[in-house]
């Protein structure tokens, strides 16, 4: 077994070291990841200048590691294209250090790193530890090593975001595949001035506390419990194919009355 792993928290926090060494005890593990943090890079690539790599060596036997100047994207791409000895089996983001729930999946650089991967036609998985503080690696990472096992059995593609709740294995009630839920800001934007009078911002607001629905990854996290969501990159609304027809006809007949 061959695993790339990235993430988007940076080459050097743990999460991504926990989650190296779980998987290691299963195959070869290639880490190539950003040299900085770039949390909330969401899915941006590098085109516009090089993207340059560093080895930076082994970590036992089963691990290497690289770092790069890009995004967590252009990791999985310069992985899967030169680093790797060939293509891997599975493509892993994380362990993300916070969650990466619902709505704020299209700012996720975790979630990207694993988009990526399977653009490049390699199973992919995003995984975040839902805290910020006091996070409970050994479990998170004991976790999805669980889950990229029985991944590997399946013998299909998958795509999946999952998000492990920050307690002990005794507390994990267990395993849940789930959609995703809404995630709204309050304060989402804050005007503040430099000493020299400019306004500048910060984005980033307070999030609202309301019930998550049931069967959402929202609502998994709440009660202990691992969300699995499976996720994919077409974003058609495929009910607005159907409900948008009037607004095609009108069109077509403003068109033919020219
Ligand atoms: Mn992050």
Request: net charge negative; charged share 25%; with cysteine.
């Amino acid at each position: 077994m061959l695993f790339l792993l990235t993430n988007d928290d940076g080459v050097d926090s743990p999460g991504l070291e926990h989650l190296a060494l779980g998987l290691s005890v299963h195959g070869e593990v290639c880490v190539v990841a950003p040299e900085r943090e770039r949390s909330a890079a969401g899915h941006s690539i590098t085109m516009h200048k090089p993207i340059r790599v560093r080895y930076k060596g082994e970590r036992g036997e089963r691990i290497r590691v690289w770092e790069t100047s890009g995004s967590p994207a252009d990791c999985v791409v310069v992985g899967v294209f030169d680093l790797l000895p060939r293509k891997p089996d599975l493509v892993v983001s994380g362990i993300n250090l916070g969650p990466n729930l619902g709505d704020d999946l299209t700012y996720s650089g975790t979630v990207s790193g694993a988009l990526e991967g399977f653009l490049c036609d390699v199973s992919a998985l995003a995984i975040s530890l839902t805290t910020f503080e006091n996070p409970n690696w050994e479990v998170a990472s004991q976790i999805a090593t669980e889950i990229v096992r029985a991944t590997m059995n399946l013998h299909s593609m998958v795509l999946l975001n999952v998000n492990v709740p920050n307690c002990t294995l005794d507390q994990i009630r267990g395993f849940s595949l789930t959609r995703l839920g809404r995630r709204r800001y309050r304060s989402r934007l804050t005007r503040r001035t430099d000493p020299f009078g400019r306004p500048y911002y910060w984005i980033g607001g307070i999030l609202e506390e309301k019930e998550p629905e049931p069967g959402t990854d929202g609502w998994a996290i709440e009660n202990n419990l691992v969300s699995i969501t499976p996720i994919t990159l077409d974003l058609t609304d495929y009910e607005g194919l159907k409900s948008l027809e009037p607004l095609r006809q009108e069109l077509e007949e403003l068109f033919s009355r020219r």
